[in-house]
């Protein structure tokens, strides 16, 4: 027998959007609204209209779908503790759960009754010691974790905010509301430092008299200097869908918009937004009367994707692993994709 050492492994094949493939897929009989991967990448998990967000193995079978009840309307967020423990799930039904990430039969461990009305959004800081909420009634709420006590509230959105962010240095806030007014928010003071009124990404339909706006996904990179928002422009008929999705690239520093991407080609929104170690952007969409989504993959500063992966049907939630190497998308459809962004092996 050979006493020369094995030879090392063979390098990852390199990121390359153009040959994404399926490497996955879940399927549920009931209409997804979001989707996670927690941060060990062990498991996919999606909210459904049927008022329970699902856990799969990602590399199991569609057996291993796991039932997480216990809200009473759609959750629409999902965030975790940094190890990947807890999951936080912000219902419609105005309140935040608390879980087991992993449980084999997972039951609340908490329910925090947070706000009066919808909860749109949860966020948890990076070391796991604070949680951040919005909801239809008006307000940001900050957390204590893991005790979930109230900290503190924000007030100064006039319309709904529909999503809320911790800012990487941890002293402030960044929120989303359904008029597109952007806000800056100091925590320990509680505070609004600074707004900006992004109206290109709100609109007002005439014949249903609704506002439309409002951000889908946002999230900032990671130095800080840019918050990513994903939503919608050029409203015409907000409830059919006449819109065009758009993502906003909005520099922190100077509190300006810096790059507006859009595809005008296309009617719908953008549910879903992250960025790429490598310095792109994913973005995944729903259409106008619910045929066919996409994932649109885009370079900043450029106009148009660079590479765009049609979906079965209308993708309303977009994660990423923290490798870059796999997304997962939901769909209204009811499935669940892990696509992964490499030559197929």
Not at 8 to 16: F, M, R
Not at 210 to 215: E, V
Not at 229 to 257: D, R, S
Request: aromatic share 12%; with cysteine; glycine share 10%.
């Amino acid at each position: 027998m050979s006493n020369r050492p094995a030879p090392p492994p063979l390098p990852d094949d390199p990121i390359d959007v153009k040959q994404s493939h399926v490497v996955a897929e879940f399927q549920h009989d009931v209409a997804l609204t979001t989707c996670r991967l927690d941060p060990q990448a062990r498991f996919a998990f999606a909210g459904a209209e049927d008022f329970n967000v699902y856990r799969w193995s990602v590399d199991g079978g569609n057996e291993s779908k796991t039932v997480f009840s216990g809200h009473e309307s759609w959750v629409r967020c999902l965030d975790f503790s940094p190890d990947g423990e807890r999951l936080y799930t912000a219902g419609y039904d105005d309140r935040i759960g608390v879980w087991d990430t992993a449980a084999a039969k997972p039951k609340p461990l908490e329910m925090i009754e947070a706000h009066k009305g919808w909860v749109r959004w949860v966020k948890v800081n990076r070391d796991g010691t604070r949680l951040v909420s919005c909801g239809n009634d008006n307000l940001i709420k900050l957390w204590s974790l893991p005790d979930g006590k109230l900290i503190q509230e924000f007030r100064g959105h006039e319309r709904h905010p529909y999503a809320v962010l911790f800012h990487p240095d941890e002293q402030r806030l960044a929120s989303f509301d359904l008029m597109g007014n952007i806000k800056e928010w100091d925590i320990a003071s509680g505070k609004e430092l600074r707004s900006f009124e992004a109206k290109f990404m709100w609109g007002f339909d005439q014949k249903f008299r609704a506002d439309m706006g409002g951000a889908r996904d946002m999230i900032f990179s990671e130095d800080g200097k840019t918050l990513i928002v994903a939503g919608l422009t050029n409203v015409t008929n907000a409830f059919a869908g006449v819109h065009n999705p758009m993502i906003l690239l909005f520099n922190w520093e100077n509190f300006e918009p810096q790059h507006k991407l859009t595809d005008a080609s296309y009617k719908g929104m953008s549910w879903g937004v992250r960025t790429h170690p490598e310095g792109f952007l994913a973005a995944v969409g729903a259409p106008q009367g619910g045929s066919k989504g996409a994932i649109w993959f885009w370079k900043p500063g450029e106009e148009k994707p660079f590479h765009t992966v049609t979906l079965s049907h209308c993708g309303r939630g977009l994660d990423m692993t923290a490798d870059g190497r796999r997304i997962a998308v939901a769909q209204f459809d009811g499935l669940l994709k892990i696509y992964q962004l490499t030559r197929k092996s």
